[in-house]
């Protein structure tokens, strides 16, 4: 069994963006790393957004059911960050289904550590994988304290 690992003890509410404006994978992508700027500086953001697209260019992170878990690990980050977006029109991200993404998760991890960013994407994947309400729910929010309510009792159905 692996280490539980609850993601709203891993999110801040300045890293949700509640329907986001975005109609595009590369806008979307460069607007959750835009949230990590004033943590990272815009020449670690420009180095994240590379690292980003180019994990997406080897096979997008679109897993299907209307979620995205875009990430990299980088040596210029020193501490693992999620960043969330929702999009109510949904955005084309090549996707294993081929249907739109309307949840993103951005996972960023220094490029030391792999068991935490894995965890963190099993994490994600478990408790939004194949749960078309919680994308829903999510997707419904209206604001990151919302977002992060909804995600706090989902933790708990499931992690306990």
Not at 49 to 76: D, N
Request: net charge negative.
């Amino acid at each position: 069994m692996y280490n539980v690992i609850r993601l709203s003890e891993r999110l801040s509410e300045k890293h949700i963006i509640i329907h986001s404006a975005s109609t595009n994978a590369e806008n979307i992508l460069r607007e959750m790393v835009g949230t990590l700027s004033e943590e990272l500086g815009s020449e670690v953001c420009e180095d994240v957004a590379t690292a980003v697209f180019s994990r997406e260019k080897q096979k997008s992170t679109g897993i299907g059911y209307g979620v995205a878990v875009p990430h990299a690990r980088i040596s210029s980050v020193k501490q693992l960050y999620c960043v969330v977006a929702t999009s109510e029109n949904g955005i084309e991200f090549k996707a294993l289904d081929g249907k739109s993404v309307h949840l993103f998760f951005l996972i960023i991890s220094p490029d030391s550590t792999v068991g935490p960013h894995l965890n963190i994407i099993s994490a994600i994947s478990h408790l939004v994988g194949k749960n078309a309400k919680i994308c829903e729910a999510f997707n419904k929010a209206f604001s990151p304290a919302e977002f992060m309510e909804i995600l706090r009792k989902e933790e708990e159905k499931y992690i306990g």
